[in-house]
């Protein structure tokens, strides 16, 4: 009886699981879901970037204003023995001659310390021997040698006008979809952008102005002139000898010399001034130069037209603020009648901020549904600003004025 329900019990177990496999394959299978019924989602690109440059025209600039400039050397007073007179085409300064000290005999004194010779200044005598000069046209026949000083006024009352050079610069533009205009095909966007560009303006003109010399005489006391250009003190060295013509020997027994001026002496103080002023306009140049640069941020509605598939016009215009950073110079040169050039130079910076408008006009052509080109004409209209330097020396404005410049855009355009 044991054995008998031993083997039911396996006949179960072995005939259980196979019948259950065979009603598992028996059973209908597991359907799939259905999502037909589900709608379909497709991201439509709303915004575009733009990114290339602008070519604009540059500012149109004018200027104004009067200076001065001065001599840069100091020709001290008219009156006065050895005090140092610098000119531009010379110089006179206090007499450097010395004489040697002698002892009893007449020979030189030696300084023991440094084994050379002791000289010491001599009793003035209204001459000096440290002076120099430029030009042969600065002799005299009566025997002076004259020495100028140069300066100017300006006093030129006219506007110089200028326009500065186009300039390209960075172009950035955003946009964003704003749907269908009044139910037809044209489109309407907002549209934002920056774009930098260059101001640069350099002029340079004659101008009319008073010129001032004054020239100082010194005489040469008869002597013959030395040619030029001359400069002294000059010294020639000769050996020292005794009574029978032998050479004096030092200590250390190298030969003995002595030192003898032979600078040609001329007075120590003018005989003479003269202050001359004439009316010139053709010695004294001006030069004005602007250089800087300026942000256009603009902001307004933007028309686009279809053309084909891949092609479309669009029409932009809105309100636009310019903020332009500048620095002006103005270099005032003089050309004397002798040595080099004469100069003045003034700087001043200056910020501004102006309102304006623009418009531009568009042809985009689509590479694919979210890239492609770009290229059409800009106008713009800002307004102008006055800048100015003032000096002791120069008092001079000009004018920027930013209206009316027009221009070329192209670049690339990302739509995401």
Do not use: C
């Not at 007179?85 to 450097?96: E, L, S, T």
């Not at 350099?202 to 002139?225: E, I, K, W």
């Not at 600078?263 to 004294?284: A, K, Q």
Request: charged residues 20%; glycine residues 8%; negative net charge.
């Amino acid at each position: 009886m044991k054995h008998l329900r031993l083997a039911l019990l396996a006949f179960v177990s072995t005939v259980g699981p196979a019948f259950a496999q065979e009603e598992e394959r028996r059973a209908p299978p597991v359907e799939i879901p259905d999502f037909s019924n589900l709608d379909e989602y497709i991201y439509e690109p709303k915004s575009t970037v733009r990114f290339g440059f602008r070519y604009i025209s540059g500012a149109k600039t004018s200027f104004s204003g009067q200076g001065k400039i001065p001599s840069p050397e100091d020709a001290s007073a008219a009156t006065g023995a050895n005090l140092t007179r610098v000119y531009h085409d010379g110089a006179v300064r206090p007499d450097a001659r010395t004489a040697a000290r002698l002892d009893n005999s007449g020979n030189p004194i030696i300084d023991p310390q440094s084994n050379q010779q002791i000289f010491d200044p001599i009793a003035p005598d209204g001459r000096t021997n440290t002076w120099n000069y430029t030009d042969a046209s600065q002799l005299s026949r009566l025997g002076y040698v004259a020495f100028n000083t140069y300066s100017a006024n300006v006093i030129d009352t006219d506007v110089r006008q200028k326009e500065s050079a186009s300039s390209a610069g960075m172009d950035i533009t955003v946009e964003r979809d704003m749907g269908n205009l009044l139910g037809s095909r044209l489109t309407w966007k907002l549209t934002a952008g920056m774009s930098i560009n260059d101001i640069s303006t350099d002029t340079t003109a004659l101008v009319r102005a008073n010129l001032t010399t004054l020239t100082d005489f010194y005489s040469l006391y008869g002597q013959v002139p030395p040619g030029a250009p001359y400069s002294s003190p000059s010294t020639s060295t000769t050996n020292v000898v005794d009574a029978a013509g032998n050479a004096v020997l030092n200590d250390d027994g190298t030969t003995r010399t002595v030192t003898t001026d032979t600078s040609v002496l001329i007075s120590n103080e003018p005989v003479g001034r003269v202050l001359n002023t004439r009316l010139d306009d053709s010695r004294v140049s001006n030069r004005w130069k602007i250089k800087g640069a300026y942000y256009t941020f603009r902001a307004g509605p933007t028309v686009w037209i279809p053309i084909t598939t891949r092609l479309r016009a669009s029409f932009s215009a809105g309100a636009a603020l310019v903020y332009s950073g500048t620095s002006y110079t103005v270099t005032q040169t003089l050309v004397p009648d002798l040595g080099a050039e004469i100069s003045d130079t003034t700087s001043n910076e200056a910020y501004k901020l102006l309102p304006g408008y623009y418009a531009d006009a568009t042809l985009q052509f689509d590479l694919t549904e979210r890239a492609g080109f770009y290229a059409g004409a800009v106008f713009q209209s800002a307004g102008s600003y006055t800048q100015e330097v003032n000096s002791d020396n120069a008092n001079y404005n000009t004018k920027i004025d930013l209206g009316n410049q027009n221009g070329v855009r192209a670049g690339l355009s990302i739509r995401f």
